[in-house]
Structure formats: structure tokens, C-alpha cells
Nanobody
């Protein structure tokens, strides 16, 4: 199995910054794409940003130029630097990783989520 643990959420004023981290652990043979998704109350879970093992990135239009995704393969950790935060960024942020664990097929794993609240 693979466990994903997020950290770094919290309350921040509009215009402020937060940095999220998600560390993967377990009987991992390989980590492929990793990413961040978010879900606001009453809304569906949406993609925020993804990053491939080699560093290729993809962003939602709403966060381009404000958020930066990165990863440290040695630490099995993905980060999301969020700048110029807006109230509409308020959501629970979830980490996702495509991984192969010992004895298991390749599949997606999700973290438990971390709350980000941006006050106006």
C-alpha cells in the first residue's frame, strides 16, 4: 500500500502565500504522476496542478502564474507553492499519486486532504 500525507494548509489573508507538501510512504516500487486537486463545499473535486516524474507540469487556468508545483523524487514528496491567494482558492486540497506498490498493480492513491482558507 501507499500512504500520502499532506501538510501546510491553514488560514491566510487574500494576497498571501501557503506551501503545501505531500509525502508518499509505503512499499513503493515507483511513483509516476503526482498532483494536487481541490474541492470547495458543494462543488466537485477539480484538478489544480500535476507533475510528471521528469518534471513536466500542468496547471488549471485559474491558478496559472500564481501556483507552482514541484517534486523531490528522492524524498517522494510533491509541493504546491501558492502565491497571491484569493478567497475563491478556499477548498480542501488533496494530493494524488499514481504509484506501483509491491504486490499491487499501478493505481491512483489519495491523501486525506488539507484545508486551505483564504479570507478577504
Amino acid at each position: 500500500q501507499v500512504q500520502l500525507v499532506e501538510s501546510g494548509g491553514g488560514l491566510v489573508q487574500a494576497g498571501g502565500s501557503l506551501r503545501l507538501a505531500c509525502a508518499a510512504s509505503g512499499r513503493i516500487l515507483g511513483l509516476n504522476d503526482m498532483g494536487w486537486y481541490r474541492q470547495a463545499p458543494g462543488k466537485q473535486r477539480d484538478l489544480v496542478a500535476t507533475i510528471g516524474y521528469g518534471g513536466s507540469t500542468n496547471y488549471a487556468d485559474s491558478v496559472k502564474g500564481r501556483f507552482t508545483i514541484s517534486r523531490d523524487n528522492a524524498k517522494r514528496t510533491v509541493y504546491l507553492q501558492m502565491n497571491s491567494l484569493k478567497p475563491e482558492d478556499t477548498a480542501v486540497y488533496y494530493c494524488k499519486a499514481e504509484a506501483v506498490a509491491i504486490g499491487l498493480p499501478r493505481r491512483d492513491y489519495w491523501g486525506q486532504g488539507t484545508q486551505v482558507t483564504v479570507s478577504s
